[in-house]
């Protein structure tokens, strides 16, 4: 079931309004989504040295043969980075869009979703370093 929010002049009001599947929506939502990653990583630096940190922790587990559970954990910080650096991008652009001008609410969205990316980077350099340091010393 789908709501649709509904705006007329006097009130704004919910419309219970059924949609029906269609397999060809579904694959055109694959395909804004694919766009959307490759806009963020096109368009926000960040994401490139993500990709490098990402790349080094691949070589380093396939070196050090990590274990499945390691590899599980991972993917996981890894992708809790991704998704956290898509999320404070997604905030930039609309923030950018809707106050045009400086404002300090502005501001403070952006810092609090780059303060979000920071604390996801933080909690996988963290898995990083407790899967990594066994094996280095």
Do not use: Q
Not at 123 to 130: D, E, H, K, P, S
């Amino acid at each position: 079931m789908r709501y649709t929010y509904f705006m007329n002049h006097e009130n704004h009001t919910l419309k219970n309004e059924k949609k029906e599947f269609s397999i060809i929506k579904r694959a055109k939502s694959f395909e804004h989504a694919g766009r959307g990653i490759s806009l963020f990583i096109k368009t926000t630096h960040n994401a490139w040295i993500h990709v490098a940190a990402t790349v080094i922790v691949f070589f380093l587990g396939v070196y050090f043969h990590i274990t499945k559970t390691e590899w599980i954990m991972l993917v996981f910080a890894i992708g809790f980075v991704f998704a956290s650096e898509a999320f404070n991008t997604a905030i930039e652009i609309d923030i950018d869009l809707t106050s045009p001008e400086y404002h300090p609410y502005a501001r403070d969205t952006k810092d609090v979703a780059a303060g979000a990316v920071f604390l996801s980077a933080l909690t996988a350099l963290a898995v990083g370093l407790l899967i990594f340091c066994p094996y280095i010393f």
